[in-house]
């Protein structure tokens, strides 16, 4: 079980990111908001495309969500990391437009 200063740290380090891993899902926040990211990207041995994942929170349209894009296949990590972002906007849009909203 994870305690609340565990949280606390997690989401301390998660806010601390260099600037060149600051993609995917920090893409979508509302200018001057705080956002937490853990991001991943490897290539494959087997294949050479690559695997390319974000997960963090982030503010939108003024709302507070948890975004998470999975994603493998791939030709660069440059692709891959264009292809989460357009993911996590749409997921966003998606919710934002399901709560009622207009679209962010």
């Known amino acids: 079980m994870v305690t ?3 949280m606390a740290y997690a989401r301390e380090l998660m806010e601390r990111v260099v600037p060149e891993q600051a993609w995917g899902v ?3 926040a509302d200018p001057g908001t705080r956002w937490a990211v853990k991001n991943g990207w490897l290539p494959r041995d087997a294949t050479g495309l690559w695997v390319v994942n974000s997960t963090g929170c982030v503010t939108v349209g003024g709302r507070v969500y948890a975004v998470a ?3 493998d296949g791939h030709a660069s990590m440059a ?3 264009a292809r989460v972002e ?3 906007r749409e997921a966003v849009r998606r919710a934002f437009r399901g709560r009622g ?3 962010p």
């Open 26 to 28: 920090p893409a979508l």
């Open 86 to 88: 357009r993911a996590a």
């Open 79 to 81: 692709e891959g990391v």
């Open 4 to 6: 609340p200063d565990g």
């Open 101 to 103: 909203g207009s679209t």
């Open 69 to 71: 894009v999975l994603s």
